[in-house]
């Protein structure tokens, strides 16, 4: 497993989670949505088969990007992604989202999925239900989809929902100097 079947990479994307990110989207997908943005994906064969080490240089090319696995579906070719994952993790500080047409629970089910669950940080996870799609969602197509925080999840065995805060340095108000205005020389 050191071949993953590319549709493109694309570098800077901004709606594949928080940031810039470095998107890789791979062909194959079994999960046949009704509504698919992308059906073209679905074919495995459409792809070019690219080798993990050549698409990890690509990643670590884009030192500010983080990643996002996409597609198709990143889990119908769990074990090349797993392989490459753990690359991007022992040698870069990347955080990795990955979008699926499976269900977290799904994904700990499965032994080869559960191997690149380990090593994500987020996971967009379940199909797309077209008569739930909503565009106000930030990073997901229709409601039922959740953007499940692995890390905790596995830590405490339930899913856990990763709370998007696009000001964390706003997070305690109590840190923020009051400021004081001088209007001509007097102190208002
Ligand atoms: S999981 Fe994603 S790529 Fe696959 S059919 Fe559903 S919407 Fe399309």
Same mark, same amino acid.
């Given at each position: 497993? !050191?071949?993953i079947s590319?549709?493109k990479?694309?570098? %800077?994307t901004?709606?594949?989670?928080p940031g810039?990110? !470095?998107?890789?989207?791979?062909?194959?997908?079994?999960?046949?949505c009704?509504?698919c943005?992308?059906?073209?994906s679905?074919?495995?064969?459409?792809?070019?088969?690219?080798?993990i080490?050549?698409i990890?240089?690509?990643?670590?090319?884009n030192?500010?990007?983080?990643? !996002?696995f996409?597609?198709?579906?990143p889990?119908?070719?769990?074990?090349?992604f797993?392989?490459?994952?753990?690359?991007i993790?022992?040698?870069?500080?990347?955080?990795i989202?990955?979008?699926?047409?499976?269900?977290?629970?799904?994904?700990l089910?499965?032994?080869?999925?559960?191997?690149?669950?380990?090593?994500v940080?987020?996971l967009?996870?379940?199909?797309?239900i077209?008569?739930?799609? %909503?565009?106000?969602?930030?990073f997901k197509?229709?409601?039922?989809?959740?953007l499940?925080?692995?890390?905790?999840?596995?830590?405490?065995?339930?899913?856990?929902?990763?709370?998007?805060?696009?000001f964390p340095?706003?997070? %305690?108000?109590?840190?923020?100097?009051?400021?004081r205005?001088?209007v001509?020389?007097v102190?208002v």
């Amino acid at each position: 497993m !050191t071949e993953i079947s590319i549709l493109k990479i694309e570098d %800077d994307t901004t709606v594949d989670g928080p940031g810039f990110r !470095t998107s890789i989207y791979c062909a194959g997908c079994n999960n046949h949505c009704p509504g698919c943005h992308n059906p073209q994906s679905w074919d495995i064969s459409n792809g070019v088969f690219t080798h993990i080490d050549v698409i990890f240089e690509r990643i670590k090319a884009n030192r500010f990007s983080n990643v !996002t696995f996409t597609g198709g579906d990143p889990m119908c070719q769990p074990l090349a992604f797993a392989r490459l994952a753990r690359r991007i993790k022992a040698e870069t500080d990347k955080t990795i989202w990955c979008y699926t047409g499976y269900t977290y629970e799904e994904c700990l089910a499965s032994p080869d999925k559960k191997e690149l669950l380990e090593h994500v940080d987020v996971l967009v996870d379940g199909r797309f239900i077209l008569s739930q799609k %909503d565009e106000s969602l930030l990073f997901k197509g229709s409601r039922n989809q959740r953007l499940v925080d692995v890390p905790k999840s596995l830590l405490t065995g339930r899913v856990q929902i990763f709370e998007y805060n696009p000001f964390p340095e706003f997070d %305690d108000l109590s840190l923020v100097k009051p400021v004081r205005l001088v209007v001509e020389g007097v102190a208002v």
